[in-house]
């Protein structure tokens, strides 16, 4: 009963009363999810965040059904719809000042790197609204034409500020999912978000720029074979390769944001997960089924008029958002029933105790 990996369990052990005491006398005051948990729960979560899983493909025999019911659960205790929204209204929030910083910097280097840049922006119409993507356009367009040195330092440190705020959000998300308390100071926090934005941003310009490789790499494969069968096979086959390149990057985006995002006392880094598997795919599913939804039915224009475009950019950032929580909710609670089905074996929870997902 002493061993945790080896030494956690003994270290939550020996300080299971004492936090008990504590957190119960907290509880009423506190709005926090984890001092609303009983103590089996707390010791499951604990044990979550000093004792990362290797794999979280691994169940620890704990059956599939058994998971997928904790994600629903905890899906619903978190809130994570309304958090959703939430993230959707910081992403809109920070796109427009990352699009001013980056206007700034190519109008002032040249005018053909911002044509460049505007070809990139339009391979987000494989999972952006075309309206929405055209205001996103149209806002690039209008802030490329007034550059200025320095319009190029605010909308640096403005576009960094305010694409953290969002990142922040994440990280005060992912708290409430893995059941911990941000306990870094602010300064820290909002500097590792800082920081972190600037990585995903650099992921999703090389997504981005490995869309646009593919496409003119395959043209050209295409254009200098001269056999036609033979050149079209193999301008399929190198934008298959491009693609499995923009999926390793989103994956890779997952894996950042999951890493980073949670304050657990230890990280483990984990490329491909479950959750980011569940979330890449409902992302993409979802972002089609919305861009088939506006086709059909497109009467948004009526009901929105003008705003039409903003609140089908903000929908997309909700699906997002949700798809991106979803995925860390699925890991979270894949580690937490490997803990608990560990702790009831060693004894350090009752075998019949009902934890909270």
């Not at 040249?110 to 999972?127: E, M, Q």
């Not at 089924?289 to 903000?314: D, E, K, P």
């Amino acid at each position: 009963m002493s061993e945790f990996l080896p030494a956690d369990e003994a270290g939550v052990q020996a300080t299971a009363s004492s936090q008990d005491v504590e957190e119960r006398s907290n509880v009423s005051a506190d709005p926090h999810p984890r001092a609303q948990l009983d103590a089996a729960s707390r010791h499951v979560w604990e044990y979550v965040s000093h004792s990362p899983l290797h794999s979280l493909w691994d169940f620890q025999g704990v059956p599939l059904v058994a998971v997928l019911k904790r994600t629903a659960t905890s899906f619903t205790n978190d809130n994570l719809l309304s958090r959703s929204a939430e993230l959707g209204y910081y992403f809109l929030f920070a796109l427009f000042p990352t699009l001013i910083s980056a206007s700034a910097i190519f109008g002032l280097f040249a005018r053909s790197a911002s044509d460049i840049y505007v070809k990139l922006l339009n391979y987000l119409s494989l999972v952006v609204p075309h309206d929405a993507l055209g205001l996103v356009l149209d806002t690039f367009q209008q802030t490329t034409q007034h550059s200025s040195s320095g319009k190029v330092t605010f909308g640096i440190a403005a576009a960094i500020w305010s694409a953290s705020v969002g990142f922040s959000a994440i990280q005060d998300t992912l708290n409430t999912v893995y059941k911990v308390k941000e306990t870094r100071p602010y300064w820290m926090a909002r500097g590792s978000a800082m920081l972190v934005t600037i990585l995903l941003a650099m992921i999703t310009l090389a997504t981005l720029g490995a869309l646009l490789a593919g496409t003119l790499l395959s043209h050209f494969v295409r254009e200098h074979i001269a056999h036609p069968r033979l050149g079209l096979t193999c301008g399929i086959a190198v934008h298959l390769v491009f693609d499995v390149v923009c999926l390793a990057l989103n994956l890779l985006l997952f894996a950042t944001i999951y890493y980073f995002g949670p304050n657990v006392q230890n990280k483990r880094w984990r490329y491909f997960t479950p959750g980011a598997a569940i979330g890449i795919i409902g992302w993409i599913l979802s972002s089609l089924a919305l861009r088939v939804y506006l086709f059909y039915f497109n009467s948004y224009s009526v009901t929105y008029g003008s705003l039409g475009a903003v609140i089908i950019l903000l929908t997309w950032f909700y699906i997002t958002g949700l798809m991106l929580l979803l995925g860390a909710e699925l890991n979270s609670e894949i580690e937490a029933a490997a803990a608990e089905k560990r702790l009831k074996a060693s004894g350090t929870i009752p075998r019949g105790a009902k934890t909270a997902a």
